[in-house]
Protein backbone atom coordinates (compact mmCIF):
# COMPACT_ATOMS: atom_id res chain seq x y z
CA UNK A 1 0.00 0.00 0.00
CA UNK A 2 1.31 3.60 -1.32
CA UNK A 3 -0.07 6.94 0.65
CA UNK A 4 0.65 9.96 -1.29
CA UNK A 5 -0.56 13.13 1.21
CA UNK A 6 -0.73 16.45 -0.12
CA UNK A 7 -2.25 20.07 0.76
CA UNK A 8 0.04 21.14 3.25
CA UNK A 9 1.33 24.33 3.70
CA UNK A 10 1.32 28.03 5.69
CA UNK A 11 -1.84 29.84 6.78
CA UNK A 12 -2.70 32.03 9.52
CA UNK A 13 -4.04 31.30 12.58
CA UNK A 14 -7.93 31.01 12.62
CA UNK A 15 -7.46 29.86 9.18
CA UNK A 16 -8.21 26.91 7.35
CA UNK A 17 -6.61 23.96 4.91
CA UNK A 18 -7.26 20.99 3.58
CA UNK A 19 -4.89 17.83 3.81
CA UNK A 20 -5.66 14.94 0.79
CA UNK A 21 -3.69 11.70 0.88
CA UNK A 22 -4.33 8.91 -1.95
CA UNK A 23 -4.02 5.78 -1.13
CA UNK A 24 -3.05 2.55 -3.68
CA UNK A 25 -2.34 -1.05 -3.74
CA UNK A 26 -4.33 -4.03 -3.55
CA UNK A 27 -6.02 -4.04 -0.13
CA UNK A 28 -6.11 -0.42 0.63
CA UNK A 29 -9.70 -0.07 0.16
CA UNK A 30 -10.45 -2.55 2.57
CA UNK A 31 -7.98 -0.41 5.35
CA UNK A 32 -9.33 2.21 7.87
CA UNK A 33 -7.26 5.97 6.49
CA UNK A 34 -6.19 8.25 9.10
CA UNK A 35 -4.30 11.34 10.39
CA UNK A 36 -1.00 11.61 12.80
CA UNK A 37 0.80 14.54 13.29
CA UNK A 38 4.03 14.94 14.60
CA UNK A 39 5.59 18.60 16.28
CA UNK A 40 9.12 19.58 16.15
CA UNK A 41 10.62 17.21 19.64
CA UNK A 42 7.21 16.18 20.49
CA UNK A 43 6.10 12.63 19.70
CA UNK A 44 3.71 11.50 16.78
CA UNK A 45 -0.03 11.85 17.65
CA UNK A 46 -3.08 10.90 16.49
CA UNK A 47 -5.43 13.56 14.62
CA UNK A 48 -8.21 11.61 12.99
CA UNK A 49 -9.30 8.35 11.70
CA UNK A 50 -12.08 6.53 8.91
CA UNK A 51 -12.94 3.63 8.95
CA UNK A 52 -13.06 1.27 5.25
CA UNK A 53 -17.08 1.54 5.10
CA UNK A 54 -19.89 2.58 6.76
CA UNK A 55 -17.61 6.31 7.35
CA UNK A 56 -17.40 5.56 10.71
CA UNK A 57 -14.81 8.45 11.90
CA UNK A 58 -12.70 9.02 15.47
CA UNK A 59 -10.77 12.24 16.43
CA UNK A 60 -8.78 13.44 18.96
CA UNK A 61 -10.16 15.24 21.77
CA UNK A 62 -8.81 18.78 20.79
CA UNK A 63 -9.71 18.54 17.22
CA UNK A 64 -13.59 17.73 17.60
CA UNK A 65 -15.92 20.38 15.95
CA UNK A 66 -12.53 21.83 14.18
CA UNK A 67 -11.40 18.73 12.31
CA UNK A 68 -13.32 16.96 10.05
CA UNK A 69 -12.41 13.51 8.26
CA UNK A 70 -13.83 12.37 4.89
CA UNK A 71 -13.30 9.30 2.27
CA UNK A 72 -14.02 8.94 -1.37
CA UNK A 73 -13.83 5.17 -1.99
CA UNK A 74 -13.81 5.50 -5.51
CA UNK A 75 -10.90 8.05 -5.67
CA UNK A 76 -9.55 5.84 -2.57
CA UNK A 77 -8.09 9.44 -1.13
CA UNK A 78 -8.88 10.70 2.38
CA UNK A 79 -9.70 13.81 2.97
CA UNK A 80 -8.40 16.05 6.34
CA UNK A 81 -10.95 19.13 6.45
CA UNK A 82 -8.66 21.46 8.89
CA UNK A 83 -10.56 24.88 10.51
CA UNK A 84 -9.69 27.69 13.36
CA UNK A 85 -6.54 26.51 13.37
CA UNK A 86 -3.94 27.33 15.91
CA UNK A 87 0.34 28.04 15.88
CA UNK A 88 0.35 25.28 18.15
CA UNK A 89 -0.93 22.84 15.29
CA UNK A 90 2.13 23.71 13.14
CA UNK A 91 3.70 19.92 12.88
CA UNK A 92 4.14 17.30 9.96
CA UNK A 93 0.68 15.55 9.00
CA UNK A 94 1.12 11.85 7.92
CA UNK A 95 -1.44 9.85 6.26
CA UNK A 96 -1.70 6.49 7.79
CA UNK A 97 -3.32 2.86 7.23
CA UNK A 98 -4.25 0.67 9.39
CA UNK A 99 -5.12 -3.06 8.92
CA UNK A 100 -7.71 -4.19 6.77
CA UNK A 101 -11.27 -4.47 8.04
CA UNK A 102 -10.50 -2.75 11.04
CA UNK A 103 -13.15 0.03 12.44
CA UNK A 104 -9.99 2.60 12.86
CA UNK A 105 -6.02 3.69 13.12
CA UNK A 106 -6.47 5.60 16.01
CA UNK A 107 -3.81 3.48 17.90
CA UNK A 108 -0.63 4.27 16.85
CA UNK A 109 0.72 0.51 17.06
CA UNK A 110 -1.98 -0.39 14.50
CA UNK A 111 -0.57 1.91 11.32
CA UNK A 112 0.80 -0.30 8.87
CA UNK A 113 1.79 2.07 6.34
CA UNK A 114 2.87 5.89 6.66
CA UNK A 115 2.58 8.32 3.98
CA UNK A 116 5.54 11.12 3.04
CA UNK A 117 4.34 13.81 5.37
CA UNK A 118 3.15 16.97 4.52
CA UNK A 119 3.89 20.27 6.94
CA UNK A 120 1.03 22.75 7.72
CA UNK A 121 2.52 25.99 9.51
CA UNK A 122 -0.07 28.07 11.43
CA UNK A 123 1.09 31.42 11.65
CA UNK A 124 0.11 33.90 14.97
Known amino acids: VQLQASGGGLVQAGGSLRLSCAAS????????LGWFRQAPGKEREFVAS????????YYADSMKGRFSISRDNAKNTVYLQMNSLKPEETAVYYC??????????????????WGQGTQVTVSS
Open 50 to 57: ISWKDDIT
Open 96 to 113: AAGPSVHLSVKDIRLVHY
Open 25 to 32: GRTSSTRP
